[in-house]
């Protein structure tokens, strides 16, 4: 991985954000990447305003924790804006949480997958402020046939590397014999994968009743996990994020595990 990106962290004043930001300052802390603290206005004319109470809330982050920080004020679309940001910076990882983003009230499932789906960079995505021990030791890692899950295998490298963490990958059974074969595929290239990076690991199919989301969930909730890592499905479409894609309901988890979530990339089929 290259190393001295960026980490973002979009930031509303709001208890959402602080968490995602005392994530931010963990992953800082140990990888020394500096954090953009990064707010999107309706109008131009505010932008001063903000600029000046983010610089102070970095100012206060830097003071206290001992972290690269700097402000960042933008008016506009998030959807546009934050993946331009990460665009232009090269950002290495957003950090956001959920409810993020003064006037689009809470920033749920949804709208947080829309913003999540346009970025080139991974996001964690978090519900509440970081465990009291601050190290991730389990993340849980779900399996299915799409190949763009492979995507995400280089991040578990990197996750390894920076929390000292043991993955726990899991799939559910399905009766669709060509699914079931893509599937076992990609179990076999993660288990390869973890293997060849000396990266502890254990395999676990889960109860296929319910969905690989609502398995996962409660399965990362019973092994006490600190993180779940998934890939967003390529080419979303309007309906997922009406009706709830399967990484809609994993990012709003009502255990407020957080939520690594990878993009496929464009060549991906």
């Known amino acids: 991985m290259t190393t001295n990106k960026p980490i973002i962290v979009p930031w509303d004043f709001s208890e959402k954000a602080e968490f995602a930001l005392l994530h931010a300052v963990n992953f800082s802390t140990i990888t020394n990447y500096p954090i953009i603290l990064v707010h999107i206005t309706k109008r131009q004319a505010d932008n001063s305003e903000y600029t000046q109470k983010l610089t102070t809330k970095a100012n206060e982050v830097k003071q206290q924790y001992g972290v690269e920080i700097s402000a960042l004020v933008r008016t506009g679309n998030i959807f546009n804006q934050i993946s331009d940001i990460i665009a232009e910076t090269n950002a290495f990882i957003a950090i956001m949480g959920t409810h993020g983003m003064k006037g689009l009230q809470k920033l749920t499932g949804s709208w947080a997958l829309k913003v999540i789906t346009g970025s080139k960079a991974p996001f964690i995505v978090v519900q509440d402020r970081p465990q009291s021990n601050a190290d991730v030791t389990k993340i849980v890692?779900?399996?299915?046939?799409?190949?763009?899950?492979?995507?995400?295998?280089?991040?578990?490298?990197?996750?390894?590397?920076?929390?000292?963490?043991?993955?726990?990958?899991?799939?559910?059974?399905?009766?669709?014999?060509?699914?079931?074969?893509?599937?076992?595929?990609?179990?076999?290239?993660?288990?390869?994968?973890l293997e060849s990076k000396g990266i502890n690991y254990e395999l676990h199919q889960l109860p296929g009743d319910e969905g690989i989301a609502k398995e996962t969930i409660k399965f990362a909730k019973q092994i006490e996990s600190g993180m779940i890592l998934i890939t967003t499905t390529k080419n979303i479409k309007f309906q997922d994020y009406v009706l709830g894609a399967a990484e809609q309901q994993i990012i709003a988890n009502d255990s407020k595990i957080p939520v690594m979530c990878v993009n496929p990339k464009a060549g991906t089929k």
């Open 141 to 193: 890692l779900p399996m299915d046939f799409k190949l763009e899950e492979r995507e995400k295998l280089v991040w578990t490298a990197f996750l390894a590397n920076v929390t000292k963490c043991k993955f726990y990958i899991c799939y559910t059974e399905i009766g669709d014999e060509i699914i079931q074969k893509r599937t076992i595929s990609n179990i076999k290239a993660a288990c390869t994968y």
